[in-house]
C-alpha cells in the first residue's frame, strides 16, 4: 500500500473522516488515494484559508479533528491567519502539509520553501515524514497530538515521495486521550478562596463554557457569591433558553480592570488571566490587580467540568441552585433597519439547535443580550482576532451538523478576507444562512482610531479605512458563486426574508444595507 | 515627531512613495501620518495577499521597492505566498508589519504572534524596531535593504508604541546602491568558453532578460553559437517588435534534460542551474548533465547587462549580430473560442507598451509565440508558483504605469485565490484588462494526475480538481467589486470586447467561458 492510502487509512482508524483541502501537485497521490479509501470526505476550498478556518468550525462543533491538505510552504501561508484562530480556540486539527519528494528539497525550485518554519508559529506538534514506511506511525501520532487535550494544530509534512511510495499497512484505531482530572487539593485550595469573604471571579473558557459547565458555575456563584464570567472570545459557547447563562469578560482594558478593580481572588478555568486585546498609550495591558491572588482550577484541556462540580459539591452548591434561562424570544423588530433592530428579528426567528458564527465585529447592535433566552444553541466567536474566520467556521460547522441551521452574522470588511468561502457552502449544499453587515466601512478601524485620541480623519487615512468607494454588491458575489442572495433594504424585507431561510435548507445570502 | 512620521518620511525620502495597505490597530499611528505627509500614496487591499503581490508587481515595473503595510503575524500570514513570488524575482519591497508595543508582546493576548517566524521564510532582512529613537535609521536600513542589489523583503517589524513614541527627526534621501559590476577575469573566463568548440548554453534572468541585456546576449550567441535562453519563469521580460527575442527554458524535467544533453558548459546569468519544477518518481531533479561544467557570468543583483556587452566586444560581437524581430501582428482568430484562438486574438490587438500579468497557467495556448511580433510589451510571469499573483501583479504593474495598458491573463483557478484584486482596480479606476480563461477545472491537477501515471481520476479525486460545481460567475464577482465584466461566449464578442478594451481606459473583465 503506498504512503498516501496508509496515510488516509490511519487518519480514518482515528476517526478523522472530513478532509479540507486545496491541493497541489505534490499532493497528487493522496488525491488519488481518495479514490480508495471509503470514509474520508473531501471538501475543497478554492482558497486556503477557507480550508483552515472550516477545519477551526468544524473540530469546535465535531469535538474531534479534521484533516487539513495543503500545498507547500505558500498554500500552507495562506491558511496560517485561520490556524492562528484555531489555536487560540485550542482547536485539533490534522494538519497534512505536502512537500517537495526529500531528494527535491536540497534544490532552489520556484516553489522551494522552509514548510516548517511556515507551520512553527501556529503548531503544537510539528514533523516532517523522513519516509514512506514511518508514515502511518506519523499519521498515528499526528492525530493523537491534534486531539489533545487540549487540542492543537498538529503539522505533518509530506514529502511526495513518502505518499508514493511503499508504506506497508496503515496504523489501527486510534482513542482520544481523556481529559487530565483535576487533583482533588486544587479543588480544595479553590473551595477555600470561595469560601472565605474576599471577593472572587471566576473566569472560563474551553469545555467550561458548555452547557454543563455553565450549570456547574452558575451554582457555584450562587452558593459563593463569586462573580463568574467566560472569556471575551469563546470557540463554543452554549446558551439560550433551559442554559446557565454567564456575563463575558469585556473587550477594552479600562472596562476590564475596573471590573477585577475589587477582586482579590482570580479564578482561572481552562484560561489565562486577562489582559488588554490591543495595548493604549496610557492604560495598563496586565488586568489583575496588584494584591489579587491567581488560582487555576483547571488548565486548558483539564477536566474543567467535573472540577466545577467537586467545587460545587464541596460547597453545598445543589443543583437547584444554578441560574436557568427563561424562554424569552423578542417579536420581530419594526422600524429602522440597524444593527440592533436586526439583533431583535435574528432573535425573534432564530431555530433551536442554530450555530450562529459570529463575525459581525461592531455591528453585533446587542446580539448577544437578544438572544439570550432564545430556543438552545451554540456560538462561536472569533477567538484569534484574525479576521475572516467567520464564513470558514461556518463552512465547518454545517460539514460537522449537517441537521443544524448555521447563521453566519458577518462584518462586510471581514467577510471579505475569506470571500471564496461561499462558493464552498455552495458546492456542499449546506445549511447556511449568511448575514452580510453593509456599513461599508472598516468601522472597527474608525474607533480605535478615535479611541487613540487621533482626531479626524484625513484623506490619507480614510482611504484604508473606508471600502466605500466602490460598494461592494454582496449579492453578486454571492451568485457569482452560486449561492442565492437578496438585498435587504428595509426591517420589513429583512424580516420576511431571514424568517423564510430560517424554515428552508440550504445557501442563502442576505445583504443587510445599513 | 512622532515615529509613524519620520518613518513615512524616510520612506518618501528614500524614493518610497506608494504604500500598498490592510492596516489594523496596532498600525492606526501609520495610517494617522499619511494625512501629515505628502507624497506616500495610500492604495488599500481588502486582503493581504493583493498587498504583497501589488508590491511586487510595482517593482517589477517601477525599479523601486514599494512599501507594504500588515496587521501583526496573522495580517503578514496572509501575504506570505505572494511575497514568496516576490522574493523568488528578487523583488524590493519595504514590508512594514505593525506589532503590539513592546511591553504587550509578553502577554498572551488574541493577536499575540511571533511575527518575526511569520517573516522569516520570505525575508532578506529582518528587523524588529526597538524604540521610537531608532525608527528613522531602521527605516533607513530597511529601505536599503529593500533595494539591494539584488532586491529582496526587507521586513520591519514595527511596535505600536515605536509608532506612537517621539522620535526625532526622519532620515535624509538614500540612493540606491549600484549593481556591482562582474570582474574582468570573469569575463575573460567565459568568452574563452565561448570561443572554444564546445556546446555551451546561457541561462539568462534578472536585468539580463531586459531590452538590452538581450540585444547583447543575442549577439553573443550569433557570435559564438551559443544557445541562450531565459529561465522558464522570468519577473520582467522584455519582448515584441524591435527587440531580440529569447527562447525559454522548459517547464517540465525530461524536456529540460533533453536540451542540456550535449552541453559541455552552462553559463548563469543572474540565476541558478535549472532544476525540475517539482519531482516525478523516474525523472531526475537536477538536469545538468555529468561533464558538464558550470560558469557564473553574473550573480542576480550583478551588472549582467554590462557583462554581456563585455562580452560582445571580446568575442567581437556586432551591433549587427542581434535578431532583431520584425513586427508581425496577426490578423484577430476566427472559428471556436480555444485558447489558442483567444491567443491570436490577444495578439491581434495587444497595444505598444502594454504589460502582460501571465497567470493563464494551463491556457495559455501559444501566447508567447502568437504575441512575438507585437508592439514592444513587458511580460510578467509567476516566479515562485505560488498561485493568485496575476490580479495583484496587474495592480502593481498599473500604479507603477498609469499611463501603459496592463493585461492580466488569468485562469479561473488560479483566480479565485486574491479576487478580491478586482476591488482595488475599480477603487484605484486603474486601466487594467482581465481576461478570465473560465475553464471550471484546476486543469493543471489533471495534467499532473495524468503525468504521475494515476489513472483516470474517480469521484474522490474530482472533487478536489474540478470546480465546475457551481460554476464561477466571474462576471458577477466582478460588478461585485465595482469593475465592468463581460461575460464572452464567442470569438466574435471576443474580438469586439477586446479591441474595444484596448482602445478604452480603465477597469475591465472578460470572462471568456471555454
Redesign the interface.
Known amino acids: 500500500m503506498n504512503g498516501a492510502e496508509t496515510l488516509l487509512r490511519t487518519l480514518v482508524n482515528g476517526g478523522v473522516d472530513v478532509c479540507f483541502?486545496n491541493?497541489?501537485?505534490?499532493e497528487?497521490?493522496f488525491?488519488?488515494a481518495?479514490?480508495r479509501?471509503p470514509g474520508?470526505r473531501?471538501?475543497?476550498g478554492?482558497?486556503e484559508?477557507v480550508v483552515a478556518g472550516a477545519a477551526d468550525g468544524y473540530a469546535r462543533m465535531a469535538d474531534k479533528p479534521a484533516a487539513t491538505l495543503f500545498h507547500l510552504?505558500?498554500?500552507l501561508?495562506?491558511g496560517?491567519?485561520q490556524f492562528?484562530?484555531a489555536m487560540?480556540a485550542r482547536t485539533p486539527v490534522v494538519n497534512v502539509v505536502g512537500e517537495?519528494?526529500t531528494?527535491?528539497r536540497q534544490?532552489?525550485?520556484?516553489?522551494a520553501?522552509?514548510v516548517a518554519?511556515?507551520a512553527?508559529?501556529v503548531s503544537g506538534w510539528l514533523r516532517t515524514c523522513a519516509g514512506a514506511r514511518t508514515l502511518p506511525a506519523d499519521a498515528r501520532a499526528a492525530v493523537r497530538a491534534a486531539w489533545g487535550p487540549p487540542g492543537q494544530i498538529a503539522s505533518l509534512i509530506l514529502p511526495?515521495?513518502c505518499s508514493?511510495g511503499e508504506a506497508g499497512e496503515p496504523e489501527p484505531p486510534t482513542e482520544p486521550t481523556s481529559r487530565r482530572t483535576v487533583d482533588d487539593s486544587v479543588v480544595q485550595e479553590v473551595a477555600a478562596v470561595l469560601a472565605s469573604d474576599e471577593p472572587a471571579v471566576v473566569l472560563m473558557n474551553g469545555a467550561a463554557v458548555r452547557a454543563d459547565g455553565l450549570h456547574a458555575a452558575s451554582r457555584l456563584a450562587r452558593a459563593s457569591g463569586a462573580r463568574v464570567l467566560a472569556d471575551t472570545?469563546t470557540p463554543r459557547l452554549q446558551r439560550g433558553a433551559g442554559r446557565s447563562p454567564v456575563e463575558r469578560f469585556p473587550r477594552y482594558p479600562d472596562q476590564g480592570a475596573a471590573l477585577l478593580a475589587e477582586a482579590r481572588h482570580l479564578i482561572l478555568v481552562e484560561t489565562?488571566p486577562p489582559?488588554?486585546?490591543?495595548?493604549y498609550?496610557d492604560q495598563p495591558?496586565?488586568l489583575t490587580p496588584e494584591g489579587c491572588r491567581i488560582h487555576t482550577l483547571a488548565a486548558p484541556g483539564e477536566d474543567s467540568v467535573a472540577a466545577l462540580e467537586a467545587l460545587c459539591e464541596r460547597l453545598g452548591a445543589g443543583p437547584d441552585d444554578a441560574v436557568i434561562q427563561e424562554p424569552a424570544v423578542p417579536e420581530p423588530a419594526r422600524g429602522a433597519l440597524t444593527p440592533q433592530s436586526v439583533a431583535q428579528s435574528v432573535a425573534a426567528y432564530l431555530p433551536e439547535g442554530a450555530i450562529v458564527s459570529d463575525e459581525a465585529v461592531t455591528s453585533r447592535g446587542g446580539l448577544p443580550e437578544a438572544t439570550a433566552g432564545c430556543p438552545p444553541h451554540d456560538w462561536l466567536s472569533l477567538?484569534?482576532?484574525?479576521l475572516g474566520g467567520g464564513l470558514p467556521m461556518g463552512i465547518g460547522a454545517s460539514v460537522a451538523c449537517p441537521d443544524r441551521k448555521v447563521l453566519c452574522l458577518q462584518a462586510d470588511?471581514a467577510g471579505?478576507?475569506n470571500?471564496?468561502s461561499l462558493?464552498t457552502m455552495?458546492?456542499e449544499r449546506l445549511d447556511i444562512t449568511v448575514v452580510v453587515y453593509a456599513n461599508r466601512s472598516y468601522r472597527?478601524?474608525h474607533n480605535?482610531?478615535d479611541r487613540?485620541g487621533?482626531?479626524e480623519?484625513?484623506?490619507?487615512?480614510r482611504?484604508?479605512?473606508d471600502?466605500s468607494?466602490?460598494?461592494?454588491?454582496?449579492?453578486?458575489?454571492a451568485?457569482?458563486?452560486?449561492v442565492e442572495a437578496h438585498r435587504i433594504e428595509s426591517l420589513d424585507a429583512f424580516n420576511q426574508r431571514f424568517a423564510e431561510a430560517m424554515r428552508t435548507r440550504g445557501p442563502q445570502l442576505l445583504e443587510v444595507v445599513l
Open positions: 483541502a491541493p497541489g501537485t505534490s497528487m497521490h488525491v488519488a481518495l479514490d479509501v474520508m473531501p471538501v475543497l478554492l482558497f484559508g510552504g505558500p498554500g501561508g495562506n496560517l491567519s492562528h484562530n487560540r517537495h519528494a531528494w527535491h534544490y532552489e525550485t520556484p516553489l520553501s522552509d518554519a511556515y512553527r508559529p511526495a515521495d508514493w472570545f489565562v489582559v488588554g486585546f490591543f495595548a498609550p495591558s496586565w477567538t484569534g482576532g484574525a470588511g471579505m478576507y470571500v471564496q462558493w455552495a458546492r472597527i478601524l480605535e482610531f487613540l487621533l482626531g480623519p484625513g484623506a490619507g487615512a482611504a484604508l479605512m471600502i468607494g466602490p460598494e461592494l454588491d454582496w449579492t453578486a458575489l451568485r457569482g458563486m452560486g
